[in-house]
């Protein structure tokens, strides 16, 4: 196999940290990012959230 072995991991916790971090890490970068449309999708998503959170405008006064 490749890398330590297991025993040799799990010998300490630092080891298993860095074990696990390096994992963590492979995984992440090997993760494709998603294709952009143009960003007309986030574009759409970001209006929708903004209208969303904006408060309703008080009358009277």
């Not at 992440?28 to 405008?57: F, H, N, R, V």
Request: glycine share 6%; with cysteine.
């Amino acid at each position: 196999m490749i890398g330590p072995k297991i025993t040799t991991v799990f010998r300490s916790r630092w080891n298993a940290l860095f074990w696990s971090a390096g994992v963590l890490l492979t995984a992440y970068c090997s993760i494709p990012s998603p294709d952009d449309d143009d960003g007309q999708d986030k574009a759409k998503t970001m209006q929708q959230i903004t209208e969303a959170l904006k408060t309703p405008a008080t009358t009277g006064n």
